[in-house]
């Protein structure tokens, strides 16, 4: 599949920051409250940018709230490999 260098940019974005992540505070395996929480921080931060019309910083939350879900996602499917109960689990149909 033909990707432009733009979308090739915002993915290595993300993959640095996820890597900053990991670096940082380690393998996260939270509740999914948590991440929801976490994801919804991350949110606040890319909407408070928007206000103050920060828009670089606009585009770094958006990569901040990319990595999380992508984090989320991780920790889910880690829950889902060490049989620890996640909501839906049991029929997840991808929705
Ligand atoms: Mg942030």
Redesign the pocket.
């Known amino acids: 599949m033909y990707r432009t260098n733009c979308t090739s940019q915002s993915i290595g974005n993300l993959i640095y920051e996820r890597d900053r992540q990991d670096g940082k505070w380690g393998e996260q395996n939270h509740s999914p409250e948590k991440w929801i929480v976490i994801l919804i921080?991350?949110c606040g931060?890319?909407a408070k940018a928007i206000l103050e019309k920060e828009s670089y910083q606009y585009r770094?939350?958006l990569i901040?709230?990319a990595a999380v879900a992508i984090a989320a996602v991780e920790s889910f499917d880690r829950n889902l490999e060490r049989d620890v109960k996640v909501p839906g689990g049991e029929e997840n149909d991808d929705d």
């Open positions: 921080e991350e931060e890319a770094d939350e901040h709230v």
